[in-house]
Structures are given as C-alpha cells and as structure tokens.
Nanobody, 122 residues
Framework: QVQLVESGGGLVQAGGSLRLSCAASGRTFSNYAMGWFRQAPGKEREFVATINWSGGSTYYADSVKGRFTISRDNAKNTVYLQMNSLKPEDTAVYSC???????????????WGQGTQVTVSS
C-alpha cells in the first residue's frame, strides 16, 4: 500500500502561482511513477502531468504545458506540481496518484490521494 497526501492548494488570482505537494508513505516511493490529475465541478477527472520513477522523464497535458512543472524528490518521498500563470479554468480539485509506469490514463494508477482544492479567481 502507498498512502498519498496532497497539500498546497488554495485561492489565487489569475496569473498567480501555487506549488502543490504530494507526500507518500508506505511502499518504496521510488518504485512508482507519479501523476497529477484534476477534476473541476461537473466535469470528469482529467490528466495533468506525469513523471517517471527517477524524475528524468515527464509528460504534460496540452492545457498546462509550459505553465506547470512536475518534479519529485525521492529522498523526501514527495512529488510536486509547480503551477504558474494560473487561469480560472485551472480551478479544480488536484489529486496525485502512484502507478507502475507513466500514464495519462486514470485506471493505470494504483493509489490515489484525497485531493487539494485549487481556486483561481479572475
């Protein structure tokens, strides 16, 4: 089992920045690829970003490419999502997930956090 706890969400004005953190415990963190997903009210959960076990490979949704950066610190068992130039349409609950390999598909991930709310005001 892997337990994931997100933090760092909040209210920010459009154009601002936030950094989300996802702390992992349980099985060896570095064994897992990690992903960030988000779900806005009334919408399905969607892929945001993913990173491989070492941090050497990343992949982003087109909607966040160039604005968001995913990274990880295996010594701290933590994955991050740096979000810059935030837009109102980025408003959602952001969740991290752990899986066997990088993927954009929800069902590919085995473990999920509870999520943290990000609200971007215009």
């Amino acid at each position: 089992q892997v337990q994931l706890v997100e933090s760092g969400g909040g209210l920010v004005q459009a154009g601002g920045s936030l950094r989300l953190s996802c702390a992992a415990s349980g099985r060896t963190f570095s064994n897992y690829a990690m992903g960030w997903f988000r779900q806005a009210p009334g919408k399905e959960r969607e892929f945001v970003a993913t990173i491989n076990w070492s941090g050497g490979s990343t992949y982003y949704a087109d909607s966040v490419k160039g604005r968001f950066t995913i990274s990880r610190d295996n010594a701290k068992n933590t994955v991050y999502l740096q979000m810059n130039s935030l837009k109102p349409e980025d408003t959602a609950v952001y969740s991290c997930a752990a899986g066997k390999s990088m993927a954009t598909i929800i069902s590919w991930y085995d473990y999920w956090g509870q999520g943290t709310q990000v609200t971007v005001s215009s």
